[in-house]
């Protein structure tokens, strides 16, 4: 008799083979991934169709008597099938699977930082503006601006006329906007689009604002009517 610590939740017969499979779900850059084994007593471990480990084991089983580390290019963001092959040689019979991982929380969008978010004075020339944005588990992140939007139009009456309104920057994380809005209306809004990455996998997507006061009294604050215009295009 083999006393093990939980009671044995599914009967296998002795001198015969058992396959187990399992769905196992991860986050985007999830890594270090590790099965443990305890079993009694041949097994072979699958990951996503690969063998990433095996053992034959005689005597009673213990907890991890196996744990096989699986390649972080084998783990995918999404569904992963975990196959285990387990070989029993007479008496008793017992296989027992735990999966653990680091788990990667992707960075948080939400906290975008534009800088400057407020563009002053209105005198027409391109100012530049970078995005930062933090990540919960404190990894590195980049940031790539992909697109640019306007709620006035990029020649219009009122805002000298001037073109593009949207330049990239230098840097993934930079552009430079233009510094003018219509004497007619009610101030400008730029929505930078963006993504995320940060050093482990983990994206988000989301986009930042930034304002041209009508001025710096009562029309200090300005009001988006709608992102309709492409800042980068003419």
């Known amino acids: 008799f083999c006393p093990f610590g939980s009671p044995v939740q599914t009967f296998w017969p002795t001198d015969s083979d058992i396959l ?17 084994l305890a079993n009694d007593n041949d097994v072979f471990v699958y990951w996503n169709g690969n063998l990433v480990g095996s ?13 096989v580390s699986v390649p972080d290019a084998l783990v995918q963001a999404g569904s992963n099938l975990l196959a285990v092959r387990g070989v029993d040689r007479g008496f008793k019979s017992f296989l027992d699977i735990r999966v653990s991982a680091v788990l990667n929380a992707p960075p948080d969008c939400t906290s975008a930082v534009a800088s400057p978010s407020r ?45 593009p309104d949207a330049v990239l920057g230098s840097e993934s994380d930079q552009v430079r906007l233009r510094a003018e809005r219509s004497g007619n209306r009610d101030g400008r809004v730029y929505g930078v ?42």
């Open 193 to 234: 689009a963006f993504r995320a990455l940060d050093s482990q996998g983990g994206s988000c997507t989301g986009m930042a604002l930034v304002g041209v006061p009508h001025d710096r009294g009562r029309g200090r604050v300005p009001i988006n009517s709608g992102l309709i215009f492409d800042s980068l295009g003419a």
């Open 55 to 67: 053992q034959a084991h005689g005597g009673c089983a213990t907890h991890d008597s196996l744990v």
């Open 119 to 163: 563009l002053w004075p209105p005198n027409h020339k391109l100012r530049s503006v970078t995005l930062t944005v933090t990540d919960p588990d404190g990894d590195p992140v980049t940031v790539t601006i992909t697109s640019v939007r306007q709620d006035e139009a990029v020649q219009g009456r009122g805002d000298g006329r001037t073109t």
């Open 20 to 36: 187990v499979r399992r769905t196992v779900t991860f986050p985007a850059g999830a890594s270090g991934v590790r099965v443990g």
